[in-house]
């Protein structure tokens, strides 16, 4: 049975990489620009639980494996589609396309982020850690389709979004058996941001809000891993919440960054409250605060309200040294998800803007009903991105 189990996800994943092949070549042929690309990531991981880590699995994991393409597709249009194969399962990530205006506005339609959190909206080949903050990952949305709207301006900008679902959510649009259809859940965000020059560096500013109703969908789960992934792609969360009469939520942040030459601190706090048929209203949330310097003289880049990497200025590649402490607290009422926090410390080696390795060593301390869990966590990756 297990072999036959095995088969068939061998079958679907060829399947799956027919198609994406197919949609490439299609989106090759519908592009005259010389701007067109392929694009991809591999992020490979190594696990191993240093102390009071029984629950874990050590050893190695296919973090991310994406394939894609994106470039312009006629004047002041761009797109990109872009598909994860990351330990056998396949799932869509960006599938979208944009119109940009002389104003400084963009038009966006399709599924991407929704704009909420400066961690969540890094992107992954840039983010200081392995893994992005627990909160990071507990608010935010992460993509859906929708449509959107972004302005910048210089000094400051927005994103404002209408989405729904996400790709892949069929369960959402379903009819039953007599042929009624679910209403699909349905939400709108707003994230603005301001920057200015300071003392020879760069401060940011900005605020985040994002209200979501489930119409006939309730139910809403919030959790994360402990800021890292074991070897079976990290089945193992110490905290975890599960509301399943939630009719809707609302969510907030707030974030701040510098960066001043070699040196970022960056610092968010993000709150969701959940509208439940039975309980009173529910509120949870988390925190983050993070440090790192650049020991070869290089710095983090920034531009329009978003993080970027490191690029190291010379052959022999860039050193970075990092600390963040980290919150969530997912209890409230009757509801004990329970309550985290981390301690990470990172060691990164860029070789190049594309290529480069992580060490984070992670000390977790967890309380779920007056059961306390203290397990510390080392893990390294290798990343490449094209």
């Known amino acids: 049975m297990t072999k036959q189990i095995k088969m068939r996800n061998l079958v679907k994943v060829k399947r799956d990489l027919l198609l994406l092949l197919v949609l490439l070549t299609t989106f090759s042929s519908s592009v005259k620009s010389q701007d067109f690309k392929v694009r991809g990531r591999l992020h490979m991981d190594a696990f191993v639980g240093l102390k009071d880590a029984d629950q874990f699995s050590n050893g190695f994991n296919n973090r991310r494996a994406r394939l ?8 002041n249009w761009d797109g990109r589609i872009e598909i994860d194969f990351a330990d056998g399962g396949v799932s869509p990530k960006d599938f979208r396309f944009r119109r940009s205006f002389n104003n400084g506005g963009r038009f ?3 599924q991407f982020k929704v704009p909420q959190g400066l961690n969540q909206l890094t992107s992954s080949n840039a983010i200081t850690f392995i893994e992005r903050s627990m909160v990071s990952n ?11 709207y972004e302005h910048n301006a210089g000094e400051a900008g927005f994103k404002t979004m209408l989405f729904g679902r996400a790709l892949g959510d069929r369960a959402s649009i379903e009819t039953d058996e007599d042929g009624n259809g ?7 965000a707003l994230r603005g941001f301001y920057s200015a020059d300071i003392l020879d560096g760069v401060m940011h500013l900005g605020s985040s809000i994002v209200y979501e109703d489930f119409n006939d969908n309730n139910g809403a789960g919030f959790g994360d891993r402990p800021e890292a992934r074991d070897a079976r792609g990290g089945a193992v969360r110490l905290v975890n919440v599960n509301i399943p009469d939630a009719k809707s939520t609302f ?6 960054l510098y960066i001043n030459r070699s040196f970022s601190v960056e610092g968010e706090y993000l709150q969701v409250n959940v509208n439940n048929l039975i309980n009173d209203n529910l509120s949870f949330n988390g925190w983050h605060i993070q440090s790192s310097y650049v020991l070869t003289g290089e710095s983090r880049s920034y531009s329009n309200g978003s993080v970027g990497g490191v690029s190291p200025s010379n052959d022999s590649g860039a050193w970075e040294i990092a600390v963040r402490y980290s919150s969530v607290n997912l209890n409230d009422d009757a509801f004990t998800g329970g309550k985290q926090s ?7 080696h860029y070789i190049s803007n594309r290529l480069r390795f992580m060490a984070n060593v992670i000390f977790a301390d967890a309380d779920v009903n007056n059961h306390n869990q203290k397990p510390i966590l080392g893990i390294l990756r290798a990343q490449y991105n094209f």
């Not at 894609?68 to 004047?75: F, P, S």
């Not at 981390?342 to 990164?348: E, G, H, K, V």
């Open 68 to 75: 894609g393409a994106g470039g312009t597709i006629v004047e």
């Open 108 to 110: 966006w339609i399709g």
């Open 138 to 148: 507990v608010v935010p949305d992460s993509r859906r389709i929708g449509l959107a």
């Open 182 to 188: 679910n209403n699909m859940p349905l939400g709108v």
């Open 251 to 256: 969510k907030f942040g707030t974030e701040a």
């Open 342 to 348: 981390n301690f990470t410390f990172a060691l990164n």
